[in-house]
């Protein structure tokens, strides 16, 4: 299993880096149905535009020196939707891959999956392999995904694997430690998020990174995500950069 230092922490950076901007921004993508209904439409009309939200606010990460964007496509818990709309997603999901893979290769984008792939359809499954494939080469911008991702089943998923090596000798019960359950992670060889972002007015975390997260900075606003912009990324990264982060500690 990879390490989660394969591509880098937060010691990485420097404290001045620490400041000026989040280095990882997570976005809880919400608001896409309320938005199709204030206009009168369908939630999926919402869930296109707010598939094309994720173009823009991609292409503005490296202005902002953003190197790590991971956002919530569709939870564990989305299953309990409507069929219709779980669908229409799915197909939405589909379309969005084989429409962007080749400008998110061009684009220098490392794209990655998080999440359960048990439940998804084959045909999706292969898409997102060859999505990972294709930009597998790439060190611009990390975009991951996360589609059919909870945080409480991650940590479940990982738990398991990690009591599989310890009945197998590969690891000794004396050596687990909050150091050693990351690697075990769907996100082991990504950073922790310096800032997560929900839209819509909702003030929840509703499942999403919640180990990784534990020392996040978070932003709740009002902003339905088809409304999203990548100025309003911008401002609430220069907001990041004004906030003293001690992890716990006392300021010296």
């Not at 359960?116 to 930009?135: A, I, N, P, Q, S």
């Not at 019960?173 to 909702?202: A, F, K, M, Q």
């Not at 499942?207 to 009002?222: G, K, P, R, T, V």
Request: hydrophobic content about 35%; overall charge negative; glycine content about 8%.
């Amino acid at each position: 299993m990879s390490s989660k230092n394969d591509i880098g922490t937060d010691s990485d950076a420097t404290e001045e880096q620490e400041r000026s901007g989040p280095r990882h921004v997570a976005i809880i993508m919400d608001g896409n149905g309320r938005w199709a209904q204030a206009r009168g439409r369908p939630r999926l009309f919402g869930h296109h535009a707010g598939a094309k939200r994720v173009r823009e606010v991609v292409e503005c990460c490296p202005e902002l020196g953003v190197k790590y964007l991971t956002i919530f496509a569709f939870s564990t818990e989305n299953w309990k939707r409507t069929q219709v709309e779980i669908s229409g997603l799915m197909s939405l999901f589909r379309r969005y891959i084989s429409k962007e893979m080749k400008a998110l290769a061009a684009r220098n984008v490392r794209v990655r999956f998080i999440g359960d792939r048990l439940r998804l359809d084959d045909k999706l499954v292969r898409l997102m392999d060859e999505l990972e494939h294709e930009t597998e080469g790439n060190d611009g911008t990390h975009l991951t995904i996360a589609l059919n991702y909870g945080g409480r089943d991650e940590v479940a998923r990982a738990t398991k694997r990690l009591a599989e090596d310890v009945a197998t000798g590969l690891l000794a019960p004396e050596d687990v430690d909050e150091e050693t359950l990351p690697r075990y992670l769907d996100t082991h060889v990504l950073p922790d998020p310096d800032l997560v972002i929900r839209t819509s007015g909702e003030a929840r975390i509703s499942n999403f990174l919640l180990w990784q997260s534990a020392y996040a900075e978070y932003e709740f606003i009002d902003t339905l995500w088809p409304d999203f912009t990548a100025e309003e990324l911008g401002r609430l990264c220069r907001s990041y950069g004004t906030r003293d982060r001690r992890f716990g500690a006392v300021k010296k």
